[in-house]
């Protein structure tokens, strides 16, 4: 199993992992930053080949976040939104 994202965000990554971070965790709760961050974790844990990149957007924007997996037999974009609701589109 992958290690929880706060590996990655800390610096144990030796990929060097560092999600975009346009100031939009500022503005929610912690149950929503929650939602990305396991998004986030599922990604990675199901990463075998690609990239995954993560982004949150800036304050004020109806999504808050999104999960970009791109692997050589798929592709897969992860919406978070403000209010905690996730979408996925293939």
Do not use: H
Not at 4 to 23: A, E, H, N, R, V
Not at 58 to 68: F, I, N, Q, S
């Amino acid at each position: 199993m992958t290690p929880g994202l706060d590996y990655w965000l800390g610096g144990g990554c030796s990929q060097g992992f560092d999600p975009g971070d346009d100031g939009g965790f500022a503005g929610v709760p912690k149950w929503v930053r929650q939602q990305v961050i396991e998004s986030a974790t599922r990604e990675l844990d199901a990463a075998n080949a690609g990239s995954v990149t993560v982004r949150v957007l800036p304050m004020g924007r109806r999504v808050l976040a999104t999960v970009l997996a791109n692997a050589p037999d798929r592709d897969r974009r992860t919406e978070i939104d403000t209010a905690g609701e996730v979408s996925v589109s293939t």
